[in-house]
């Protein structure tokens, strides 16, 4: 592959992103840091850059057909950008599930979208079979040695920014970015290191490296959508083979986490895809020694989905519970439940109050309080209060 033309090419095109050194992330992996901002990328992701000399190549005559890909997203919009750009139809195959800001993104862009199956494997089907209907020139997300080359300008930037970096951890789906990156780094300084991570409900290629063969899984069900891929490609796998070091997952809860760490320490918005790479370096899953560069792969995520992160990594974290307990259905008592919370330094945002219900005895109300607080030493503080105060509380 050829990463040197794709770098000359996307000049002008793709930002050369920051390099940006975490203060907060480099103080609890105990090395230096770099997150390769990716999200700050045209369309909200990396994708742009293998699309983009993908059909920079094209023939004229391939160009005149037009261009059909399959993506959950990311892709979608690097292709639906670069096509708006050569003047060329692009149609997107994405899954029914695609978040809507993505598909969204990708008609703004000038596509052609079509919805069809459960996830990405499946929208690639469909769009194999409009391919071979419509005759047009189908732009793979991965498996592509165009594509892989464009995705390989990221390690460029990285060695020059950072010379002296030690390792370079990249998000796997199906192996497109990692064999780009893979290739780039390890032809110029092969002693570098290239972790991938992957998502523990579609870990295809973690399991294809530690098997030594390219391995398929049943399903790819994870909150990191991008990375949903039942198999690396059979043009990405060689590389993932020679030169990537270790491959390694994470679950959902650590992709969560790091997504809502990324928010509120960085002030960084980043999809799941995007933060596998840093949760493995919060969970010390690979052996890390120097500077360190995570790839922050791309930030197109929904935001009814950040909002169901952040409360539920802000119960997770002690800072928000619900308190069930009961008073007597007489007027004051509520007032006194509620003051001795306040006192108590807890903020109080929604009140549920039930007198009715069969299970609630007479003269007494149920009443559940949500209420945010410092951490869960605080919740607990709290309780202790309300129990010393004669109230009968739990926590939901």
């Known amino acids: 592959m050829d990463i040197e033309r794709a770098a000359f090419l996307l000049k002008g095109v793709a930002h050369h992103t920051p390099l940006d050194r975490s203060v907060t992330f480099s103080e609890m992996a105990g090395l230096p840091v770099y997150l390769k901002l990716e999200n ?69 862009y000038g596509a052609e979208v079509v919805l069809a199956g459960a996830g990405y494997d499946d ?16 732009v793979h997300a991965f498996n592509d040695s165009a594509v892989m080359a464009g995705q390989g300008t990221i390690a460029l930037e990285i060695l020059k920014d950072l010379p002296e970096v030690a390792s370079i951890i990249v998000p796997v789906g199906g192996g497109g970015l990692i064999a780009g990156i893979a290739a780039a780094v390890k032809e110029r300084a092969p002693h570098i290191r290239i972790f991938g991570v992957q998502a523990a409900g579609a870990p295809a290629a973690s399991l294809s490296k530690h098997k030594g063969q390219r391995v398929i899984t049943a399903t790819a069900v994870t909150i990191a959508d991008g990375i949903a891929v039942k198999e690396p490609g059979d043009e990405t796998y060689p590389y993932i083979e020679k030169w990537v070091d270790d491959i390694v997952t994470v679950d959902d809860e650590a992709i969560a986490s790091a997504i809502l760490m990324l928010l509120e320490r960085a002030k960084l918005v980043v999809e799941g895809a995007g933060a596998v790479g840093l949760a493995a370096v919060i969970q010390q899953k690979l052996p890390l020694c120097g500077p360190t560069a995570v790839l922050i792969s791309g930030g197109n995520i929904d935001v009814n989905f950040i909002s169901r992160i952040i409360e539920r990594g802000l119960v997770k974290a ?79």
């Open 40 to 108: 700050l990328q045209k369309t909200g992701s990396f994708k742009i850059r293998g699309a983009y000399n993908k059909i920079a190549g094209l023939s004229a005559e391939e160009k005149r057909c037009g261009v059909i890909a399959a993506s959950a997203g990311n892709h979608a919009q690097g292709v639906a950008y670069a096509a708006s750009r050569a003047g060329i139809k692009a149609t997107i195959v994405m899954p029914e599930t695609a978040p809507l800001a993505k598909v969204s993104a990708t008609k703004s």
């Open 123 to 138: 929208a690639f089907t469909k769009a194999k079979e409009i391919q071979l209907f419509q005759g047009m020139t189908f």
């Open 318 to 396: 002690g800072r928000r519970a619900v308190l069930i307990t009961s008073v007597v259905d007489r007027p004051g008592a509520l007032q006194r439940l509620l003051g001795i919370i306040a006192n108590s330094g807890g903020n109080v945002i929604h009140i549920s109050h039930n007198r009715v219900d069969h299970q609630v005895p007479l003269g007494q109300a149920e009443v559940q309080v949500s209420i945010e607080t410092r951490n869960t030493a605080h919740t607990e503080e709290i309780l202790a209060v309300m129990r010393r105060e004669g109230y009968e509380v739990s926590v939901r």
